[in-house]
């Protein structure tokens, strides 16, 4: 590992495999496949190839809110996909999202399927598609936008900002850390402001920029995130906690941060969806004792 602070950029970067942490194994400088494989395809007209980190779930918090209306063409087969194992990378995958970040949804209701990736760009779709969690008004709707938007950059400085460098970096390096909390910082007073004057992100409705920020803001305002609630205060953001506080306690999104989970609790994860009751199933056997 090169010292930060005696390290002078060669004239042209070159890639050095063995550059440390956790990432370097899966991590490279060119896009497309690795490794033929096809992905498998369950039964419902929804495919997600995914795993459950707060990108993975905003889809599964979206979808178990959609089926919790009624919507029953939202039901959906989760595939788990192992990004440490490099499963994003393989020609399946790819050809869903030809950028090998999971979530990455196929929609065979329609002909031909329609491939989606980007989270945003999945919330959107499904959100049209089902008419759902974005408002129509003129107002309203571009306001559920306009936090939607913000999130898919925002987030960037949360996860591969703050998160990789206080979290997951092999060594903790002052000048990253002190330069993302900063911009965490502010952005979690951006919310802090905001749902001081309202109840969900974009005004009086639950939309699909409140799913996109939970699993991200939500979730670090409440200290289950990279374990940085003390360093950052997050206390202080009581506008951010209240609203938090009442998107965790929601039974969809109960659900939806279930899925594809390879982390935590056994009880909590649900490594594949392919039927609504693969949560009794998982529930049975927190009951049971049995993990
Ligand atoms: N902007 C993308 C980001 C997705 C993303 O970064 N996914 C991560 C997991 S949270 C991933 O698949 N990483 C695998 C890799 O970088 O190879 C989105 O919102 O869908």
Do not use: C
């Not at 205060?233 to 506080?245: L, P």
């Amino acid at each position: 590992m090169t010292d930060p602070a005696g390290y002078t950029p060669p004239k042209v970067w070159t890639w050095e495999r063995e550059n440390g942490g956790q990432f370097a194994r899966i991590n490279r400088p060119i896009a497309g496949a690795t490794h033929e494989k096809v992905l498998p395809v369950g039964k419902h007209p929804l495919q997600l190839y995914s795993l459950g980190t707060p990108n993975g779930i905003k889809v599964t918090i979206m979808l178990e809110e959609l089926l919790a209306l009624g919507h029953a063409g939202a039901e959906y087969d989760a595939w788990l996909i192992n990004i440490l194992e490099g499963e994003q990378f393989s020609s399946g995958f790819v050809e869903v999202n030809p950028n090998s970040k999971i979530p990455a949804m196929l929609d065979r209701s329609t002909e031909p399927p329609t491939r989606v990736f980007e989270s945003g760009s999945i919330l959107l779709y499904l959100a049209e598609k089902f008419g759902a969690f974005l408002p129509t008004e003129h107002h309203k709707r571009t306001e559920a936008l306009n936090w939607l938007f913000w999130h898919m950059g925002a987030t960037a400085d949360l996860g591969g900002g703050f998160g990789h460098f206080y979290a997951y970096a092999p060594e903790k390096w002052q000048y990253p850390i002190d330069r993302y909390a900063m911009e965490v910082k502010r952005q979690l007073d951006v919310l802090d402001r905001n749902l001081a004057e309202r109840e969900f992100i974009a005004g009086d409705e639950y939309t699909i920029a409140d799913m996109g920020i939970y699993p991200w803001y939500g979730e670090l305002a409440l200290g289950q995130l990279y374990d940085a609630g003390e360093f950052l205060s997050v206390h202080e953001y009581r506008n951010v906690v209240r609203w938090a506080e009442s998107i965790h306690a929601r039974e969809a999104v109960r659900r939806g941060r279930m899925v594809n989970r390879m982390r935590g609790e056994p009880s909590e994860q649900l490594r594949e969806r392919h039927d609504a009751s693969d949560f009794e199933l998982r529930t049975e056997d927190k009951l049971q004792g049995g993990e």
